[in-house]
């Protein structure tokens, strides 16, 4: 039995056999004590209690030749000889030699079910070996097999801890173990290579360190959730040590201790991903640029034959059917490619003075069916009141943002409320004198996007949803030198706001208003 294959970590202190056997030999009041090794065809003495009266000493090896340890391993059970000389069966064992003719032992097994050796005593006299001394015995023989087994859970945790080195040294991806604050304690090769810092100044800094700040001004918000929920995926852009921008996917996982609570972050180059998302935005934009050409002429022909006298009234509904058709396709053409040139910052915005009341009911009459599908009701309010024909509520924008921006906002709104209940657009001016418009609904955020709620492709379980209403609805707040807020909660419903800079009711609509009075009076 080799000891390399039974403790490669020599984990085992062998002094405490070398105890075991002293004391068990004194107790007993024997000639010999000893913890033998089969080492085939041999055995061999491996630990030998210390008295000169006994015939064998450590490391002794000796041809198995119908010694008593040899039954032990063929039997696999305990032994009890209390006089050799008296039974057939021991007359030629080798230990009478030595004058041993009384011999208890116990085999000692290995945690895979091997024998490794034996525990045994030896007399020179007759000796039945009271039940105490058995009992001491078989107390040293568990304690030894103990000592297999830490062996044996030493080897296996080192080999596992041997495969786990290599499979994270080996990963594709940046490995990080932090602390419950964020701080890197260890990284993988990759990570190093990646982000062009040595291992020694990695585990000197915070993995927020790596963020790049122009994308991520709250980076912190993650770690407390994955704490909570036990994981959290996201996306991140790093910086490397030579100021390069990486996109990254971040998988962090808490690892549970009730002391010392940790993050293993896994971050994924997703750089190439990066580009072929921006390719496809590339084609699709040109291919909706390219679109509007062959719409000119859908929308252009129903025009000119609508000029015509020869038609019937249904022809003309139906051609106006085509055209109105058209003029939507070409609006949500301009939309798209209005939002691409608003998240490059390219947006030609121009301003001015627009009244919300009239687009926020176009907004009402386009989601009628949606309202009436989903038993719904829309209630709008200015400054607490429910609002009047009369009413008007300016904003500094463009019209078809506005539009754009509120119709996204409500149907979301439409679409995560309950049935039978009411969604609020309240209008009034918050204490910074800015233009607030809040969409109230009895429906909640769910918690696995809260925190990520208003970005690019943030949805949750819904069929059709792709996470671009919200995203693009915050995107033009923005272009509109507006801000963008939420809060959700099981008590309270979601609000959703935007604050936008305050219009002013223009000359030419308070000419507008003087007429219409005159026309009244008249």
Same mark, same amino acid.
């Given at each position: 039995?080799?000891?390399?294959?039974?403790?490669?970590?020599?984990?085992?202190?062998?002094?405490?056999?070398?105890?075991?056997?002293?004391?068990?030999?004194?107790?007993?009041?024997?000639?010999?004590?000893?913890?033998?090794?089969?080492?085939?065809?041999?055995?061999?003495?491996?630990?030998?209690?210390?008295?000169?009266?006994?015939?064998?000493?450590?490391?002794?090896?000796?041809?198995?030749?119908?010694?008593?340890?040899?039954?032990?391993?063929?039997?696999?059970?305990?032994?009890?000889?209390?006089?050799?000389?008296?039974?057939?069966?021991?007359?030629?064992?080798?230990?009478?030699?030595?004058?041993?003719?009384?011999?208890?032992?116990?085999?000692?097994?290995?945690?895979?079910?091997?024998?490794?050796?034996?525990?045994?005593?030896?007399?020179?006299?007759?000796?039945?070996?009271?039940?105490?001394?058995?009992?001491?015995?078989?107390?040293?023989?568990?304690?030894?097999?103990?000592?297999?087994?830490?062996?044996?859970?030493?080897?296996?945790?080192?080999?596992?801890?041997?495969?786990?080195?290599?499979?994270?040294?080996? @990963?594709?991806? @940046?490995?990080?173990?932090?602390?419950?604050?964020?701080?890197?304690?260890?990284?993988?090769?990759?990570?190093?290579?990646?982000?062009?810092?040595?291992?020694?100044?990695?585990?000197?800094?915070?993995?927020?360190?790596?963020?790049?700040?122009?994308?991520?001004?709250?980076?912190?918000?993650?770690?407390?959730?994955?704490?909570?929920?036990?994981?959290?995926?996201?996306?991140?852009?790093?910086?490397?040590?030579?100021?390069?921008?990486?996109?990254?996917?971040?998988?962090?996982?808490?690892?549970?201790?009730?002391?010392?609570?940790?993050?293993?972050?896994?971050?994924?180059?997703?750089?190439?991903?990066?580009?072929?998302?921006?390719?496809?935005?590339?084609?699709?934009?040109?291919?909706?640029?390219?679109?509007?050409?062959?719409?000119?002429?859908?929308?252009?022909?129903?025009?000119?034959?609508?000029?015509?006298?020869?038609?019937?009234?249904?022809?003309?509904?139906?051609?106006?059917?085509?055209?109105? @058709?058209?003029?939507?396709?070409?609006?949500?053409?301009?939309?798209?490619?209005?939002?691409?040139?608003?998240?490059?910052?390219?947006?030609?915005?121009?301003?001015?003075?627009?009244?919300?009341?009239?687009?926020?009911?176009?907004?009402?009459?386009?989601?009628?069916?949606?309202?009436?599908?989903?038993?719904?009701?829309?209630?709008?309010?200015?400054?607490?009141?429910?609002?009047?024909?009369?009413?008007?509520?300016?904003?500094?924008?463009?019209?078809?943002?506005?539009?754009?921006?509120?119709?996204?906002?409500?149907?979301?709104?439409?679409?995560?409320?309950?049935?039978?209940?009411?969604?609020?657009?309240?209008?009034?001016?918050?204490?910074?004198?800015?233009?607030?418009?809040?969409?109230?609904?009895?429906?909640?955020?769910?918690?696995?996007?809260?925190?990520?709620?208003?970005?690019?492709?943030?949805?949750?379980?819904?069929?059709?949803?792709?996470?671009?209403?919200?995203?693009?609805?915050?995107?033009?707040?923005?272009?509109?030198?507006?801000?963008?807020?939420?809060?959700?909660?099981?008590?309270?419903?979601?609000?959703?706001?935007?604050?936008?800079?305050?219009?002013?009711?223009?000359?030419?609509?308070?000419?507008?208003?003087?007429?219409?009075?005159?026309?009244?009076?008249?």
């Amino acid at each position: 039995m080799d000891l390399k294959h039974v403790d490669p970590f020599n984990v085992i202190d062998f002094s405490e056999w070398q105890r075991i056997v002293d004391i068990l030999a004194r107790v007993a009041g024997v000639i010999s004590a000893a913890i033998t090794r089969i080492h085939l065809p041999y055995i061999e003495a491996f630990k030998v209690s210390k008295s000169e009266l006994s015939p064998f000493h450590e490391g002794m090896t000796i041809e198995l030749s119908n010694h008593y340890c040899e039954e032990i391993f063929v039997s696999r059970e305990k032994l009890l000889v209390k006089n050799a000389l008296k039974e057939e069966r021991w007359m030629d064992a080798p230990e009478i030699e030595h004058g041993l003719i009384s011999y208890m032992g116990y085999p000692l097994y290995l945690p895979n079910g091997e024998i490794f050796g034996t525990l045994c005593i030896h007399d020179s006299k007759e000796n039945d070996y009271s039940s105490e001394i058995d009992s001491l015995m078989y107390h040293f023989k568990k304690v030894i097999e103990s000592h297999f087994v830490l062996a044996d859970q030493t080897k296996r945790l080192k080999g596992s801890e041997a495969r786990y080195k290599s499979l994270v040294e080996n @990963a594709a991806d @940046a490995i990080f173990l932090l602390d419950s604050t964020g701080r890197i304690e260890d990284v993988n090769s990759e990570a190093c290579r990646r982000y062009g810092y040595p291992h020694e100044q990695l585990t000197r800094m915070s993995f927020q360190d790596l963020h790049c700040q122009v994308r991520w001004s709250d980076g912190a918000w993650w770690i407390q959730e994955c704490l909570d929920k036990g994981e959290v995926v996201f996306e991140v852009c790093h910086d490397t040590q030579d100021g390069a921008e990486t996109p990254a996917e971040i998988n962090a996982r808490a690892i549970a201790h009730p002391e010392k609570p940790a993050i293993l972050a896994m971050a994924r180059d997703i750089s190439t991903r990066k580009k072929m998302e921006q390719l496809k935005e590339d084609i699709d934009r040109i291919t909706r640029h390219d679109l509007k050409t062959p719409l000119n002429g859908i929308i252009n022909v129903p025009e000119i034959l609508l000029d015509y006298d020869n038609l019937t009234e249904h022809q003309r509904e139906l051609l106006q059917m085509i055209r109105t @058709a058209g003029y939507r396709m070409l609006d949500m053409i301009n939309s798209s490619l209005s939002l691409y040139q608003m998240e490059q910052g390219e947006y030609p915005y121009k301003p001015s003075n627009i009244d919300l009341i009239p687009i926020v009911r176009d907004v009402e009459n386009d989601i009628l069916d949606m309202l009436r599908r989903d038993e719904v009701d829309l209630c709008v309010r200015i400054n607490g009141e429910a609002c009047s024909e009369e009413n008007a509520f300016f904003v500094y924008g463009e019209n078809w943002l506005c539009y754009s921006m509120l119709g996204n906002l409500v149907k979301n709104a439409i679409e995560a409320s309950p049935a039978e209940t009411t969604v609020f657009v309240d209008l009034d001016t918050d204490a910074s004198g800015l233009a607030r418009i809040t969409i109230t609904s009895d429906s909640v955020i769910p918690e696995e996007i809260y925190n990520r709620f208003g970005q690019k492709y943030v949805t949750f379980n819904k069929k059709y949803g792709t996470g671009l209403g919200v995203y693009s609805a915050r995107l033009i707040a923005e272009t509109m030198k507006g801000s963008f807020s939420w809060s959700s909660s099981e008590e309270a419903g979601t609000a959703v706001s935007v604050s936008l800079p305050q219009g002013q009711e223009d000359s030419r609509s308070m000419l507008s208003i003087e007429a219409s009075g005159k026309e009244h009076e008249a």
